[in-house]
């Protein structure tokens, strides 16, 4: 490697890379259709050759947006951990796996084609994401804030459904009441 290739990028690309990043989150997270690179670099505030420069391609933006999405999820049960109790930390892991099934609106055709084509391992996010289910659950059963019965698939499978029947941001009302009923599902009895 040269001594370019190793260097930190620059204070301004980086600026220009995450904001874009944040941009095509919440554009992806608000549209019905997948938005043009075009629009997502005006939105950003960036000429679209800066957009290319950092995301050559469609699949490279969403792949920099899901795998962002997933990392906040996994730090996210950790983080929350630390800040609050483990029935509120589950409640609000569940508001942040919300946005992250929002955000796939706007870029699910390509995201089911890099799944297929292998480009992104499903399986792999499944595990990461049980896994901060089950630290929360852990923390919770110990504490004896949450029920020790419940798995990370049963959380996983409920959090679905519930966004399938009351997707965000549309329904995001019915989606927190959906979700408050299923955390009073997951406190022990007497709690």
Same mark, same amino acid.
């Given at each position: 490697?040269?001594?370019?290739?190793?260097?930190?990028?620059?204070?301004?690309?980086?600026?220009?890379?995450?904001?874009?990043?944040?941009?095509?989150?919440?554009?992806?997270?608000?549209?019905?259709?997948?938005?043009?690179?075009?629009?997502?670099?005006?939105?950003?505030?960036?000429?679209?050759?800066?957009?290319?420069?950092?995301?050559?391609?469609?699949?490279?933006?969403?792949? !920099?947006?899901?795998?962002?999405?997933? +990392?906040?999820?996994?730090?996210? @049960?950790?983080? *929350?951990? #630390?800040?609050? %109790?483990? /029935?509120?930390?589950?409640?609000?892991?569940?508001?942040?796996?919300?946005?992250?099934?929002?955000?796939?609106?706007?870029?699910?055709?390509?995201?089911?084609?890099?799944?297929?084509?292998?480009?992104?391992?499903?399986?792999?996010?499944?595990?990461?994401?049980?896994?901060?289910?089950?630290?929360?659950?852990?923390?919770?059963?110990? !504490?004896?804030?949450?029920?020790?019965? +419940?798995?990370?698939?049963?959380? @996983?499978?409920? *959090?679905? #459904?519930?966004? %399938?029947? /009351?997707?965000?941001?549309?329904?995001?009302?019915?989606?927190?009441?959906?979700?408050?009923?299923?955390?009073?599902?997951?406190?022990?009895?007497?709690?």
């Amino acid at each position: 490697m040269t001594e370019a290739e190793t260097r930190a990028p620059r204070a301004d690309a980086a600026r220009n890379r995450d904001q874009l990043l944040a941009v095509a989150t919440r554009m992806f997270a608000a549209a019905d259709a997948e938005p043009s690179m075009r629009a997502i670099a005006r939105e950003a505030g960036v000429g679209v050759a800066t957009l290319y420069r950092h995301f050559p391609t469609r699949e490279s933006l969403v792949d !920099a947006v899901y795998r962002d999405q997933v +990392v906040r999820l996994t730090t996210g @049960a950790r983080d *929350l951990l #630390g800040q609050v %109790t483990p /029935a509120a930390a589950m409640r609000r892991w569940m508001d942040l796996f919300g946005d992250w099934i929002a955000t796939k609106n706007g870029m699910l055709d390509t995201l089911l084609a890099m799944i297929e084509s292998g480009e992104i391992a499903h399986a792999q996010t499944r595990t990461e994401l049980l896994t901060a289910i089950t630290t929360i659950l852990d923390a919770g059963g110990a !504490a004896g804030d949450l029920r020790a019965d +419940v798995t990370a698939d049963d959380i @996983a499978a409920s *959090l679905v #459904g519930i966004f %399938t029947v /009351a997707p965000r941001p549309e329904r995001e009302a019915k989606a927190g009441r959906l979700l408050d009923l299923l955390m009073d599902g997951l406190r022990p009895p007497g709690r």
